[in-house]
């Protein structure tokens, strides 16, 4: 994620002040130093490390910085618009999501399952694009979700340097606290836990931030696992009846960042996925780049775009200059 916006500014021919997430600081120096060694001059692209509060309140207020790209959560985002107003930066925000996953009966069910596990299960749900939200057809509802559970069950958990391991820990306590509140929460919201729904306890796990992979059925769209980012590997399913009902549950978030469609109907596919509020729609797939189209989302999910072509422009000032190619009489204005 780094590298898709320091990639194009140094194109661009920007220089970069790169601030990590400060429970990710040593990947951002090892590709610091990398590009040092390749011959980067000093300068060009420079690193600061400390929390958001501190580090990067000082960035987004200072007035040598021209712009911002923030990947993180929308709240911060909000923030980071607010601190650099007085300075009128602007901003590029890849921001959070609640993405659906829409399912119809005529889908072929056993690679939407398969899509549906990959999307929120693996990376242990932390990533931005993960389908969190499993919307199914009535009529295929029940054995749809009892084939997601059955595979929640079985998926290995275990040391993430394990080639084997599906779901390795969290990134941090808070967050394993974080995340483990929202079973509370559906509990309390009568959503039914159809697996996980709990810490891993078993053997050195315990000491871990390791969090069994969940899903919850029986929800509604009013219920707070439903609408908000948990940012784990939870999975909430909800059933719906008509074309219509699937598609004002799927854009009924403030989030728009992705949305997935499983149907074998073509016509259904052009006009659902028209009328779809996110900014990348996959139809009949999980989450396949191709790196040069562009990434991004609408409403709290996001400002702007990367990928390809779609990067360079923010980093980037338009100009125009107008030559005269022939003597043309100036207007004198009457005097």
Known sequence: LS?????????????????????????????????????????????????????????????????IAFVGESATGKMIMRQGADTLKRVHFELGGKNPMVVFADADLERAADAAAFMIWSLNGERCTSSSRVLVEASVHDDFVAVLADKARRLKIGHPLDPDTVVGPLIHPDHETKVLSYFDVARAEGVTVAAGGEKVMEGDFAAG???????????????????????????????????DEALGLANDVAYGLAGYLWTNDVTRALSFSDGMDAGMIWVNSENVRHLPTPFGGTKESGIGRDGGDWSFDFYMETRNVAFATAPRNVPKLGL
Request: aromatic letters at 6%.
């Open 209 to 243: 931030c390791y969090v069994a992979p969940t899903l919850f059925t029986g929800a509604s769209q009013t219920m707070r696992v439903a609408r908000e980012e948990i940012f784990g590997p939870v999975l909430t399913a909800i059933p719906f009846e008509t074309e």
């Open 3 to 67: 590298t898709w916006k320091i990639a194009p500014a140094l194109a661009a021919g920007c220089t970069v002040v790169h601030k990590p997430a400060e429970l990710s600081p040593v990947t951002a120096r090892i590709l610091m130093d990398i590009a040092a060694e390749a011959g980067l001059p000093p300068g060009v692209w420079n690193l600061v490390n400390g929390i958001g509060e501190e580090a990067g309140r000082a960035l987004t207020q200072h007035p040598a910085i021209k712009a």
